[in-house]
């Protein structure tokens, strides 16, 4: 197929040969002109090579709503308690492999998540100011549970950090579930079903490991 630029040379060589090759009238001259300019005219309008989304916007903002920003805002403190918490058993010795594991997985998966969610909160011009609003929801610990955790020594800090986490992870289910209820931003809501299918299965995980203390 031939292309605009080469259908505009092509119209300018045979204007050119006949301009070379005729005694050109005023009026000859005048209808050469007038096919020179609609040949240009019609190469402007045409759209480059490669530009066929030309003239269509190349990036677009979701919609969110309240729902979204609130499960943001609520599930990122969440999720810092439970890397928190982690990061207590992790610098235990002597502490189950099976439940260091698990707090490294549970550590690998919500750090990534949380700077996620603030790069969201950045982009909705939302606070992270909280208050103390952060112990009252689902399944987070109070100041005394951590301090217990974090004071226990290895033979019964496994299975306290397993029964809290499991605690834990089913507030954040629950948290889940509202987003995936009431939600509206998309990226919000994939997220909140991967952490319901996530820490659901974590959660499965917890409880065989408890079951074999």
């Given at each position: 197929?031939?292309?605009?630029?080469?259908?505009?040379?092509?119209?300018?060589?045979?204007?050119?040969?006949?301009?070379?090759?005729?005694?050109?009238?005023?009026?000859?001259?005048?209808?050469?002109?007038?096919?020179?300019?609609?040949?240009?005219?019609?190469?402007?309008?045409?759209?480059?090579?490669?530009?066929?989304?030309?003239?269509?916007?190349?990036?677009?903002?979701?919609?969110?709503?309240?729902?979204?920003?609130?499960?943001?805002?609520?599930?990122?403190?969440?999720?810092?308690?439970?890397?928190?918490?982690?990061?207590?058993?992790?610098?235990?010795?002597?502490?189950?492999?099976?439940?260091?594991?698990?707090?490294?997985?549970?550590?690998?998966?919500?750090?990534?998540?949380i700077?996620?969610?603030?790069?969201?909160?950045?982009?909705?011009?939302?606070?992270?100011?909280?208050?103390?609003?952060?112990?009252?929801?689902?399944g987070?610990m109070?100041?005394?549970?951590?301090?217990?955790?974090?004071?226990?020594?290895?033979?019964?800090?496994?299975?306290?950090?397993?029964?809290?986490?499991?605690?834990?992870?089913?507030?954040?289910?629950?948290?889940?579930?509202?987003?995936?209820?009431?939600?509206?931003?998309?990226?919000?809501?994939?997220?909140?079903?991967?952490?319901?299918?996530?820490?659901?299965?974590?959660?499965?995980?917890?409880?065989?490991?408890?079951?074999?203390?």
């Amino acid at each position: 197929m031939t292309s605009p630029h080469e259908s505009l040379h092509t119209t300018h060589d045979v204007t050119l040969r006949k301009i070379g090759t005729a005694m050109t009238t005023p009026r000859t001259l005048i209808a050469i002109v007038g096919v020179l300019a609609a040949s240009l005219t019609l190469s402007a309008c045409s759209p480059a090579e490669g530009d066929s989304d030309a003239g269509t916007s190349s990036s677009s903002t979701e919609a969110f709503n309240d729902q979204d920003v609130m499960f943001a805002r609520m599930m990122v403190p969440h999720h810092e308690q439970a890397v928190e918490m982690s990061d207590m058993i992790l610098a235990k010795d002597g502490v189950d492999p099976d439940v260091t594991e698990i707090a490294q997985q549970i550590r690998d998966a919500q750090q990534p998540e949380i700077e996620q969610m603030e790069g969201w909160l950045d982009d909705w011009d939302s606070s992270m100011d909280m208050g103390d609003m952060d112990h009252g929801m689902d399944g987070m610990m109070s100041d005394d549970d951590m301090g217990e955790l974090d004071a226990a020594p290895a033979d019964t800090a496994s299975a306290l950090f397993l029964e809290q986490m499991i605690e834990h992870h089913e507030g954040a289910i629950d948290m889940a579930q509202d987003e995936l209820d009431d939600g509206e931003y998309p990226d919000a809501l994939q997220l909140a079903e991967t952490i319901t299918e996530t820490q659901q299965s974590e959660i499965e995980r917890m409880q065989e490991l408890l079951a074999q203390r």
